[in-house]
């Protein structure tokens, strides 16, 4: 994450790199998803670019390679033009959701969590984890394996793969 924020701190408290002040004083450079900007600058590209930041090289590496085969097997059942709508759909919902999220617990009355609103959203998992559920149920398979570890009811496959995401 170090390449898509130029120091978070100095940036807080309203300066840039060069020492002169800012006009936002959440002005970061890169494309993640930062909360802030949006209602700072109403910086909306970041929505899109968001996704293609990535944390490292491995993180770029497992987002392909899980691309590949469920991107295929979506492009198979919706065509190209469908499924490229729909992952931009997914980028726009994914982000929101983001944003309402954190704004919900950095606002909470019984106990806030300003921090929230802080961080910095990068990568394509989000959209990824919403491919695997629409691929799933538009399969019509009954159960799932789990890296080839055990098998799950389908319905259940998703829930399951973000509690072992977690985990990991």
């Known amino acids: ?3 898509s924020l130029l120091g978070k701190q100095d940036y807080r408290q309203g300066w840039d790199s060069g020492g002169k002040k800012n006009s ?4 970061c450079s890169g494309g993640c998803l930062w909360d ?3 209602g700072c600058l109403l910086l909306v590209y970041r929505i899109f670019s968001s996704i293609l930041f990535h944390g490292s090289l491995l993180h770029v590496l497992f987002n392909m390679l899980a691309l590949v085969p469920l991107g295929s097997e979506l492009e198979r059942i919706m065509g190209s033009v469908r499924l490229l ?3 931009l759909l997914l980028a726009v919902s994914n982000a929101l ?3 309402l999220i954190a704004l919900l617990v950095a606002h909470n009355p019984f106990h806030p969590y300003p921090y929230f609103m802080d961080e910095c959203a990068i990568g394509f ?3 990824l984890f919403s491919m695997i559920v629409m691929e799933t149920s538009l399969s019509g398979a009954q159960t799932r394996s ?3 570890l055990f098998n799950v009811p389908a319905k259940w496959y998703a829930l399951i793969l973000l509690v ?3 985990l990991l």
């Open 125 to 127: 998992s989000g959209i």
């Open 24 to 27: 936002c004083p959440y002005i």
């Open 146 to 148: 789990v890296f080839g």
């Open 97 to 99: 959701l983001h944003l």
């Open 1 to 3: 994450m170090g390449f």
């Open 36 to 38: 802030n900007l949006l």
């Open 164 to 166: 072992v995401f977690s």
């Open 85 to 87: 709508y729909i992952m």
